[in-house]
Every structure is written in structure tokens, then in C-alpha cells.
């Protein structure tokens, strides 16, 4: 089992960056496949982007690709994402997500979540 922390959310204009992490508990941090899923008001959770395990292989949303970065410290037990040229429509309350199994970026694939750090995007 892993718990996961979420950090560095916060208010930012549009254009600006933001980094998050998201901080794993346990000694086998490295065989789970790591996600970022995102949930504005009103939304269902989307999917953000993916790492695997090793750090190899990433997938992005297409809203985001270009734009967000996922990586992965696997001595550190922590993922990040970094947020480059912020949009308002980018505001969400952001999550933090682990897996065993690589597959489809859909939320009921992904077994574990963090509480969600909060991301607002002003105009």
C-alpha cells in the first residue's frame, strides 16, 4: 500500500508556472505507475498526465501537453508536475495517483489517491 501527500498548489496568474509534488510512502515507490488527475467545480476528474514506474514513458492530456511536465525522483519517493503558461481553465483542485498496472489513463485504474492540492489560475 502507498499514501500519498500533494503540495505546492496555489493562486497564480495566467501565464505564470507553478511545480506540485506528491510525496509517496513505502520502500517500493518505484513499481507504481504515477498519475495526475485534476477536478474543477462542477467536473468530473480528468485525467492529467501519467509517468511508469522507471520514469521512461509519460502521456499527457492533450489539454495540457506542451505546456506540463511529469517527472518522477524515485530516491525521493516523489513525482512532480510542472506548470508552465498557466490558464484560468487550468484552476482545479489537483490529484495525485498510483497504480501496479500500466493501462488506460482512466480514473478506476488507478488504485491510490492523495487528498488533492488546490491550483487557481487568475485572469
Known amino acids: 500500500q502507498v499514501q500519498l501527500v500533494e503540495s505546492g498548489g496555489g493562486l497564480v496568474q495566467a501565464g505564470d508556472s507553478l511545480r506540485l509534488s506528491c510525496a509517496a510512502s513505502g520502500r517500493t515507490f518505484s513499481s507504481y505507475h504515477m498519475g495526475w488527475f485534476r477536478q474543477a467545480p462542477g467536473k468530473e476528474r480528468e485525467f492529467v498526465a501519467a509517468i511508469s514506474g522507471s520514469g521512461g514513458t509519460t502521456n499527457y492530456a492533450n489539454a495540457v501537453q506542451g505546456r506540463f511536465t511529469i517527472s518522477r525522483d524515485n530516491a525521493k519517493n516523489t513525482v512532480y508536475l510542472q506548470m508552465n503558461s498557466l490558464k484560468p481553465e487550468d484552476t482545479a483542485v489537483y490529484y495525485c495517483?498510483?497504480?501496479?498496472?500500466?493501462?488506460?489513463?482512466?480514473?478506476?485504474?488507478?488504485?491510490?489517491w492523495g487528498q488533492g492540492t488546490q491550483v487557481t489560475v487568475s485572469s
Open positions: 495517483a498510483a497504480r501496479l498496472v500500466w493501462g488506460p489513463n482512466l480514473r478506476t485504474r488507478y488504485d491510490y
